[in-house]
Every structure is written in C-alpha cells, then in structure tokens.
C-alpha cells in the first residue's frame, strides 16, 4: 500500500514537472520562416491589421465619430495609406503599449503604429520601417512651476513620470541620472499624477505634450533637451521579423507620405478632432462609452459565472473523488490556477494559447481566462459546501438503506447548496471587479473605457469617478438581489 | 428463539490503535441486548461494525445468516433496510420536515407510495407522541422530540433489529425519560434492540442481557441480575460502582 502510494507521488510529480516543461516550451518556439511571404499573405488576406495603444494624441486616440468610438489620429492616417496603397482593408486591434510587440510576434497584428521609436533593443525583436516622423522629446509640467525648469537637468532630485516601454522611459533612465522615475502604462495616468502632485514632469513626444498643453490650461510644455542619435528621433512602423517584402513595400508609401509632407496635415486633422473631444467634456456626453463598457462586463461576468460554476462542479467532485486518477489533477488544477495571478493567466491563453490558434479573439479568449479561473475558486466554494454537511446525515442516511449517490442527491447537496449560496453570491460580485483585467488584451469593458474617455477628454479623475459609481451601483444591486434569495431559500 | 445476529472474532484497528480485540457474541430475535462499559473502550465502534457504518478489520458479522464483510456496497444497503439505527446527535435531515424526514427512504429505497408512505409515518409519529410536529422542521425541535422522531424515521423501514447509539447522550436530562419511554415500549412489543447506553436504570429494567464492554473486549455478559448484583469481573465492579456511587 505504501509502494503504491509512493509511485502515484512519483507520477504526479513528472507529470506535474511534464506541464512546466511544456509551457516552457512554448515560451521558445520561434515560428519557422522557410521564405519572406509577408507581402503575399497580406494581399491574400485582403486586410491588414495594425496594433495600436490609443491614450496617445495626436498620433493615435479614441473620439466619437457619428455616435461610434473610432480611434483616429496621425498613425491611423498613415496606416490607411499604407492599406490604400497596398489595396486592403485596415483593420486596427486597441490593446497596451507593453503588449503590442508581443502581438506582433504572436501574430495577433501585422504591423504597430502607435507612435513607436525603433531602438535598437526593440531591433532585435522586430523589424521597423523607415521613420516616418521626427519628433523633439519635451517635458510636460505644470503651468504654475514652467518658470522653475528649464530642461530635463532641472529635475535632479524630483520624479518624473514616463510611459512604460517607451522610448522616453529609456531616454529618461540614461540621461536623467539624478532623477527619480515613475513609470505608468497610460499617459493619461501620468496626466494625473502631474496635476495631483505626485510627479513634478513627464517625458514625452512633442507633439503628444503640445496636444495636452493645448487642450488643459494647467499644463505647460519645456523642450527636454535630450541628446538623441540617429533612429531614435524618430516615429517608425513596426513588422514581425523576416517580413522584408512587406516593410520594402510600406517604405514606398512612406517615402509618398514624405513626399507630400502628408504627416502635417494628417496632425491638422488630428487637432481637429483633439478639438472636437474637449468642446463637451461633460461624462453625460460620454455615456455610450460607459454603455458599451458595462454591456461587457456584465456579458463577461456573465458568461464566465455560468462556465464557472458548472466547470467548478465538477472539479469540486474530482477533488472529492477517492480515485487517484481523477482526484489528483482536481487538486493540481485548483492549486495551480489559485496560485497564479488572473492577469498572467488572461496572457497566457490570449498569446500563449494564441501561438497555437492565431486569430483567438480577445474578448473569447478573455471570457475562457475569467471562466476557468472562477471554476477554480467555485470549485472551492462548493467542496466546502459539501465538506461543512455534518458527516452525521450521511451515516443516518445509509443506515436507512439509501445509496452514497442518493444521500449525496437528496440530503447533502441540497444543504451544502444552502451553506455555498452566499459566498457564490461574493464569488460573482468579485468576479464582476475582477473581470476588469481583461482590458489589458484590448476587450472594451468598462475599465477600458474609462481609459477611452480619458483620453478623449484629457479628464483623469471624474471618469474614473464615473466606472467606481457604475461598478458600485452594479455590484450593490446584484448583492441585494442575492440576498433577497438566501432569505427566500432559508424560508423554504 | 432464532439467531438474528452473530459477531465472531470482531477486531477493528484505527492506525496503531486497537479499538476492537476480538469480540464474540449473540443476539436472538426479541432480545434486548445493552452494552454498557467507560468511554473509550469500543462501545459504539462495536454497534456501528454491525451495519458496517464501519468496516472491521477482521472477524465476521452475520444478520440473518449471512455474513455481511465481503458483501459489496449494494448489497449492503439491501441489509441496512433491515437494522434501524438510531444515533447520539439524532442526525434528522436539517433540509426536510418531520413527515419528508420519514418518508423519504421508504419512498426512495423501497419505492412505495407517497400516500402509503404518509399513512405508515403518521401512525408512527402518533406511537411516539409526535404526530402534531409532522410539518416541522428539525431545528425547531427540543433534542427529545428530535430523538422520538429519529426512532420513528428508523421504524419506518420496518427493521428487524434496531441499533441504538448513545441515544440519551445528547440530552437535557429531562429529557431523557421521554426517549427511554419510547425505547422501552419499543421492547415490549418484541423488537429485537442492541442499545449502548449509560442508563443503568434502563439497562437493569429492559435488557434481556447486559454485555460489559472495556478495552476492546466483552469482559463479562449476563443477566442484569447477574452483572448489577453479581459482577464477576474486577473491572466491572470497578465501573459499577463509579457509576452508581452518583
């Protein structure tokens, strides 16, 4: 008994050690380019799909186009007349700055136009385009303190914020030795930080600094005055490695583009759109934004609690199984996705699953990740549902005869449902806050689209304000639902 | 008097700890079997390898002629039809009503009819003084009405012998008297019972028998006569004036 024992250890543990192995494999895999198709799978697909991060005015941002979110901007226009002149449609994918080269790699987007510098670090992973725009690098602060700065040596000693990723970040840890840096994912976050006193500049293009200053009065913009090299001035586009046929035939319409100085005009264009945003700043204008964001939260929740819940059923009778072969990988499933952060399980099955089913749309693959972590603290929920059922019901219950599956169906499910109801009811209400971390794969829901709003209106706190008020009112409704049905079964 | 249930060279072993030694012993049908003894020394171990709630470790138990330890679970649950049990925590179930408590097994394990089940059970409730209570809930209940309609529930599958577990254990003592009641015009009407119990004054007044138990073993059975007035064994005169010393 002891051996066998000892050998079912053993096995869970290669096979245990097998999972690692093979996720690590995974992380390695480096698609096989026989031959340069870049070009021709583009044409044949008849669309091109661009990633982008739209917190970033004037290249690229959210604005209301005839009642519809749209994102627009200088990287959108360039971007259509990549597509015009390769004679496909474009398509553009929103998600985080840090996760847009990952996209590119994984094949979830052809090229990134999100006001990107091609460094020589990002080099080595991707390929880039000629740039296409030059930028001066400024520092945003605030109107009150202009006077006290003159370029980026005056911050010695102070924090300044800079973008997660980007090239200011890079800039800033360089050149900016004695000064402190808080990096954030969204500038409109950093916008924040600035007003409210937390950071004292941040770093960024000129161009995004001049919108900012243009479009909110307590704002002020100094040149850094960084000492810059070659590429790194400039604004390219960036394609998976081995695409030459591809980033060849985008340089020729770039070289149009400059050609005809279209990028200045394409700015006017943007301006007047920044413009258009900041008229009615108001969150009642802003609602369909909201809308759309809690329709899928509530649809992801959803989805996910009813997946959840017939997924943790189940897993909560393997863990309860005597049998080894069904037991065991219960409880690996349960340890392992309760001792992983939801964040990276949602990046694992968008580009992790993603290398093995390309075209994984975000929002399914975000639903799968919310669902099957639910089904792991359910499952839980439901194991001590049945675990608190006095062991008494059942020994009364066999002693009159009834089988271990009829006393189970008649006397301890319905109690152990009884005892779970309420921390079910908490498990949904968490998963409606929780659900949130989708937004970093691009799924519009709520908390994404409050980052929408706030790049539209250059307004940091009253939208955030707005989605804490949603999320309450949401929550607090469902708790109060819930209760009132705890109190009629308890009645029963 | 026919053989109802025969307990051969019971051992039970919990880990390293022998909780069973080796019990023998017969119980015919009619008798009333009490099994006294300390705390600790196997009593409701042994009752509970009757049924095989727990499985011994070794030795045979047979009901009715056939030995119950190879038997597979099914067939086990056709044997437990037959031996009522009633236990020390009552272990009514907490999501039904009094009659729902009653009818449930006749219904599920012997498919009889909803109206023949309810009938059965109402005359039950009314034996132990309880057929007022038939649409209440366990938990608004006193522990001696709960107990009264654990028999009941017991009953209701028609046994043939009745296994009682501490019964009056978990009681206030005024209660005890009501349960005691029941149990013994249980007796009178024939019922074949093994009861584990401290009750001295039921054990000397009901039993057809009295088996000693301590440290695993049967150390001494007989008539109530002979094991209140006449004890043999050392350690049962030890114990029974412990007992009857309060």
Redesign the interface.
């Known amino acids: 008994m002891l051996r066998r024992k000892n050998y079912f250890k053993q096995l869970l543990l290669s096979l245990g050690l097998v999972l690692f192995a093979f996720i690590g494999l995974l992380g390695t895999i480096t698609p096989v380019h026989a031959a340069d198709n870049s070009l021709q799978r583009i044409k044949q697909k008849g669309v091109i799909v661009m990633g982008t991060s739209p917190d970033y005015p004037p290249y690229e941002f959210i604005t209301k186009v005839n009642g519809k979110n749209k994102v627009v901007g200088m990287d959108v226009q360039v971007a259509q007349q990549i597509a015009k002149d390769l004679g496909v449609k474009l398509e553009i994918k929103q998600m985080d700055f840090d996760s847009l080269l990952v996209a590119l790699e994984t094949h979830k987007v052809d090229m990134v136009l999100s006001a990107m510098t091609p460094t020589e670090t990002r080099k080595q992973s991707v390929d880039f385009s000629e740039p296409y725009y030059h930028a001066r690098q400024s520092i945003i602060v605030r109107k009150q303190d202009k006077r006290l700065y003159k370029n980026k040596d005056s911050f010695k000693g102070k924090t300044v914020g800079v973008q997660t990723g980007s090239l200011q970040q890079n800039l800033a840890n360089k050149q900016m030795k004695g000064t402190k840096k808080k990096g954030l994912t969204k500038v409109t976050d950093l916008i924040l930080s600035l007003e409210t006193n937390k950071i004292e500049g941040i770093v960024a293009e000129d161009a995004v600094a001049q919108a900012y200053v243009a479009n909110d009065s307590r704002l002020a913009s100094i040149d850094a005055g960084f000492d810059l090299g070659g590429d790194e001035t400039g604004t390219a586009i960036a394609f998976a490695k081995h695409s030459d046929s591809l980033v060849n035939q985008v340089n020729q319409s770039l070289d149009k583009i400059k050609a005809k100085h279209l990028t200045k005009q394409y700015l006017a264009s943007a301006g007047k759109y920044m413009a258009t945003n900041t008229q009615n700043v108001s969150m009642f204008h802003y609602w369909t934004y909201f809308a759309k964001g809690i329709g899928y939260t509530l649809l992801i929740t959803a989805i996910a609690v009813v997946i959840g819940i017939i997924l943790g059923t189940l897993f909560a009778m393997g863990r309860l199984s005597k049998r080894t072969f069904i037991h065991y990988p219960a409880v690996w499933y349960i340890e392992f996705v309760r001792g992983t952060p939801l964040m990276i399980q949602v990046m694992f099955v968008y580009f992790g699953v993603g290398m093995l089913w390309n075209n994984i749309p975000a929002f399914f693959a975000g639903v799968v990740a919310v669902a099957l972590n639910s089904a792991a603290y359910v499952a839980e929920i439901i194991r001590g549902g049945i675990d608190s059922v006095p062991t008494g019901q059942v020994e009364a219950a066999r002693s009159l005869g009834m089988s271990h599956r009829d006393a189970m169906q008649t006397v301890v499910l319905p109690q152990a449902v009884k005892i779970i109801w309420p921390s079910l009811g908490n498990e949904f209400i968490s998963l409606i806050k929780e659900s949130s971390i989708v937004s970093i794969i691009g799924v519009t829901d709520l908390i994404y689209q409050l980052r929408a709003v706030q790049a539209a209106t250059y307004r940091g706190v009253a939208p955030i304000a707005v989605a804490m008020i949603i999320y309450f009112i949401i929550t607090f409704t469902l708790s109060r639902i819930l209760n009132r049905a705890e109190r009629k079964m308890q009645h029963d | 008097m026919t053989e109802m249930l025969k307990v051969e060279n019971l051992t039970k072993t919990f880990g390293e700890n022998k909780v069973l030694r080796g019990i023998d012993g017969t119980v015919n049908s009619g008798q009333v079997i009490v099994v006294i003894g300390p705390s600790g020394g196997g009593k409701s171990t042994f009752l509970r390898c009757l049924?095989l709630?727990e499985k011994p470790t070794s030795g045979k138990v047979s009901f009715e002629g056939t030995d119950l330890t190879g038997l597979s679970?099914?067939a086990l649950?056709?044997?437990?039809?037959?031996?009522?049990?009633v236990?020390q925590?009552f272990?009514?179930?907490?999501?039904m009503n009094v009659l729902d408590n009653l009818t449930?097994?006749p219904k599920?394990?012997k498919n009889e009819a909803e109206a023949k089940a309810q009938t059965h059970a109402i005359e039950l409730l009314e034996k132990v003084g309880l057929a007022d209570k038939k649409a209440a809930y366990p938990d608004s209940l006193s522990g001696g009405q709960q107990q009264r309609v654990?028999i009941a529930?017991?009953l209701a599958?028609d046994p043939d012998v009745m296994l009682f577990d501490e019964p009056t254990s978990a009681l206030d003592p005024e209660m005890v008297g009501e349960v005691l009641k029941v149990m013994q015009d249980l007796a009178s009407d024939g019922m074949t019972m093994v009861v584990v119990t401290h009750e001295m004054g039921f054990a000397r007044q009901v039993a057809n028998e009295v088996w000693f138990m301590d440290g695993g073993n049967i150390a001494e059975k007989g008539t109530p006569e002979q094991i209140f007035d006449h004890p043999q064994n050392e350690r049962t005169k030890d114990f029974l004036s412990k007992v009857l010393a309060q």
């Open positions: 049924n709630l679970e099914k649950d056709d044997i437990r039809e037959k031996m009522g049990m236990f925590s272990n009514l179930f907490s999501n449930l097994a599920r394990v654990a529930r017991a599958m």
